[in-house]
């Protein structure tokens, strides 16, 4: 599909509109959209080839002042430079990248608006457009005209007819935002219930904490793959893993405040498998969940896991070799024959309120990891599902050491700068029962403020813990950038829900930052990192040995 509207264009990379209905949908929008060349012929900035409604109606130009001219006829000059030294970084990172900026008009005026920057990708996951949007900051009241009628059939029809490569792009966007939204939701939960968990010696009411630690860590990896899809990363990070602690900590989260019981069997001797422990705590949940439905939240789940080796042909679709199987038997209702062949297919469902998704996602994530789930049945006695994993081999031979407690001696001054005002008030309490000082900023402009006078007085900070995305003002890198100006021995920890391992180097800012902390984050490892960056030792307190 091409993107097209710029008529006296030949070049190739750029995409088609002709669709009249995806054209329609994106002119009823009342935000800006434009869509932007990968490589402009001068290599200077890109050109508009394409800009909708929305867009001619808040800038006043029309349509024929724009296609074809660079970016800097509309976006505001104070940005501009920032942006096209990120163009290349947001090819390669695929990330959404939101700030405030000026929309310059046809009558000279500004308007002062949030811009979203992307990249779109063609089927072959090739880059080809630049994709903007622009929302106006101002209030304002849209007028409605009571005697508008919109009907739903010609709305659906127009948005059956918006190809689905560009559908899935704003999917993933939206993925993209939902995810990390999430993730600072996490932050404040995880963070809160590290500093009760500091704070409680009840043995009772620690286990509940750490139970709702470990299901908000399981909902971090499972937005964390959302992030990875919503980028066009399908690939799946896969570690040597001892899958009976996983079974038992599902069994155990995954019944609790209900009638139900899951028993878990496991076999000695067992053997570790090779998995993303993301996926298949998703698999083994929503397997959990579904005998419970079935059984209506009463009675006893079984979930044995044993060694198997299974000779070629013995079950399809897997090869010989030595796999994991992991039973879980219900005495719920029970699946009808003509149903049983219809459940792992994608959308299929017979709950009133199901997706249908939950059983196709479970044998898709097990198939990646070259393994099969057979399933039986018997209306009304209950059904059987057989999970088959490959195996290492490997037995857990090392016995678990006992966990040291890490006590954190903190000493010196910290900035949290960060726009969610919950995660900047745990934050605070955290630091200060770590022993810090600290003060925090709700702004990049508010945390420049305060690192600039604490400079000048020569009280400088140790630290500044940096959220990366801030809408409406300087995001962290521009407001990291001018305190490195100001200081060129800062030391700056970036912080964001899209934050991985190697979030730093598409964008090329590994030398700003001194180190990164993933959201949602506890009090230790907030504590590691920045004893990391100021280099203090973490010492290992020996009367938890």
């Not at 024959?337 to 996602?361: D, V």
């Not at 001054?413 to 709700?442: C, F, H, T, W």
């Amino acid at each position: 599909m091409t993107l097209l509207l710029d008529k006296n264009s030949q070049n190739p990379s750029l995409v088609s509109l002709q669709n009249k209905h995806f054209r329609t949908a994106l002119d009823q929008l009342s935000n800006g959209v434009l869509l932007l060349d990968l490589h402009s012929p001068s290599q200077i900035e890109p050109k508009i080839v394409y800009v909708n409604d929305g867009l001619l109606e808040l800038s006043g130009f029309e349509l024929d002042d724009l296609i074809g001219e660079a970016l800097s006829k509309i976006f505001g000059f104070r940005k501009l430079q920032i942006l096209l030294d990120r163009l290349d970084a947001i090819i390669s990172g695929g990330g959404v990248y939101e700030f405030r900026n000026q929309l310059q008009c046809a009558d000279s005026e500004a308007l002062d608006c949030n811009w979203r920057v992307s990249c779109l990708y063609d089927d072959n996951n090739e880059a080809t457009n630049f994709l903007l949007t622009v929302a106006d900051l101002s209030e304002h009241l849209s007028d409605i005209d009571p005697e508008l009628n919109v009907t739903e059939p010609e709305e659906k029809n127009a948005l059956e007819s918006v190809p689905l490569s560009v559908r899935n792009e704003i999917l993933a966007m939206q993925a993209r935002g939902i995810a990390h939204d999430f993730k600072n939701m996490l932050t404040t939960v995880v963070a809160n219930l590290s500093l009760i968990g500091d704070s409680i010696k009840d043995g009772e009411i620690i286990a509940r904490i750490n139970d709702a630690m470990q299901a908000s860590k399981e909902a971090t990896g499972l937005a964390s793959q959302l992030l990875a899809y919503s980028r066009g990363n399908n690939e799946s990070k896969k570690e040597e893993v001892d899958l009976s602690t996983l079974l038992k900590d599902a069994a155990r989260i995954c019944t609790a405040g209900s009638k139900t019981r899951c028993d878990v069997t496991i076999e000695e001797g067992l053997w570790l498998s090779l998995i993303n422990r993301t996926q298949i705590i998703q698999v083994i949940n929503n397997l959990i969940i579904n005998a419970r439905h079935a059984m209506n939240d009463e009675g006893v789940i079984k979930a044995n896991l044993s060694n198997v080796e299974i000779i070629e042909g013995e079950v399809k679709g897997v090869p010989s070799g030595k796999y994991l199987r992991l039973n879980f038997i219900d005495h719920g209702k029970g699946i009808s024959k003509s149903n049983l062949s219809k459940i792992f297919k994608r959308f299929y469902t017979t709950k009133e309120t199901g997706s249908g998704l939950g059983l196709a996602t479970c044998l898709s994530i097990i198939r990646d990891h070259g393994g099969t789930i057979e399933v039986s049945s018997v209306v009304g006695k209950g059904s059987a599902f057989k999970i088959y994993l490959p195996a290492t081999g490997n037995c857990k031979i090392l016995k678990e050491q006992k966990a040291h407690k890490a006590v954190h001696q903190g000493k010196g001054r910290v900035l949290v700068i960060d726009d969610d005002k919950p995660i900047l008030e745990v934050s605070k309490s955290m630091l200060k029962n770590l022993g810090y000082d600290v003060e925090i900023a709700q702004s990049g402009e508010e945390g420049i403020k305060k690192f600039r006078k604490s400079y000048d007085c020569n009280n400088n900070f140790d630290v500044i813990l940096m959220d990366m995305t801030m809408p409406g003002g300087l995001d962290g890198i521009e407001a990291a950038k001018q305190i490195i100006n100001i200081d060129k021995s800062a030391k700056i920890i970036s912080s964001s829900g899209y934050n991985t391992e190697n979030s730093l180097e598409p964008l090329g800012q590994q030398n700003i930052f001194s180190g990164t902390l993933a959201k949602p984050y506890d009090m230790d490892q907030m504590a590691k990192i920045i004893e990391e960056a100021i280099g203090v030792l973490v010492i290992n307190n020996p009367l938890f040995d």
